[in-house]
T-cell receptor, first 110, second 116 residues
Framework: GQQLNQSPQSMFIQEGEDVSMNCTSS?????WLWYKQDPGEGPVLLIA?????ELTSNGRLTAQFGITRKDSFLNISASIPSDVGIYFC??????????FGTGTSLTVIP | GAGVSQSPRYKVTKRGQDVALRCDPI?????LYWYRQALGQGPEFLTY????????KSGLPNDRFSAERPEGSISTLTIQRTEQRDSAMYRC??????????????FGEGSRLTVL
């Protein structure tokens, strides 16, 4: 099945630093979503984007839907220890399948 | 229900046995998706339904895998003649509208399958 290319694969940062991760695809999507997954849990939706060029914020999170509809990024500002986890991007295709990225593992050092 | 419910949470079976994994989506959600997730990887699409109709099964690895949702609510993913490579976390997700906004997926806690 299709998986999106997500980078970086892992990040180790100091508490308080900003984080940026991105996701690219060879296919066009009409919705981009960002999820966070804690160990032993299912992915939980953080932020959703519906239009090319859209920039959306949710607290310390900011995400953008790329103009080409083939990419998206997620920024986390002023990281805190509870931000630790694996972040996944997901794109919804015109056929309504949701394809997920390879994940970015985030470690926040207090 | 309040959330997506999956059962069993853990299943250990011997190679060659059949297994059935159940998913009860959020009440009123039209679309239901099945994913497989290996450790450290993103969810891999298997199949999805709108109501009782299976819309896409292109992600099912082979013909030992099948899924149904006969009444448009609860779904069952069946794996026949299990093999060790089938060991993984199987996740179900539901979405409120078929193809329209908000287009968000809500995941269950998953069924961990181990094939010995």
């Amino acid at each position: 099945g299709q998986q999106l290319n997500q980078s970086p694969q892992s990040m180790f940062i100091q508490e308080g630093e900003d984080v940026s991760m991105n996701c690219t695809s060879s296919s066009i999507f009409n919705t981009w979503l960002w999820y966070k997954q804690d160990p032993g849990e299912g992915p939980v939706l953080l932020i959703a984007l519906y239009k090319a060029g859209e920039l959306t914020s949710n607290g310390r999170l900011t995400a953008q839907f790329g103009i080409t509809r083939k990419d998206s990024f997620l920024n986390i500002s002023a990281s805190i220890p509870s931000d630790v986890g694996i972040y996944f991007c997901a794109g919804r295709s015109v056929g309504n399948q949701f394809y997920f990225g390879t994940g970015t593992s985030l470690t926040v050092i207090p | 229900g309040a959330g997506v419910s999956q059962s069993p949470r853990y299943k250990v079976t011997k190679r060659g046995q059949d297994v059935a994994l159940r998913c009860d989506p959020i009440s009123g959600h039209v679309s239901l998706y099945w994913y497989r997730q290996a450790l450290g990887q993103g969810p891999e699409f298997l199949t999805y339904f709108n109501y009782e109709a299976q819309q896409d099964k292109s992600g099912l690895p082979n013909d030992r895998f099948s899924a149904e949702r006969p009444e448009g609510s609860i779904s069952t993913l069946t794996i026949q003649r299990t093999e060790q490579r089938d060991s993984a976390m199987y996740r179900c997700a539901s979405s409120y509208l078929a193809g329209g906004p908000p287009g968000e997926l809500f995941f269950g806690e998953g069924s961990r399958l181990t094939v010995l």
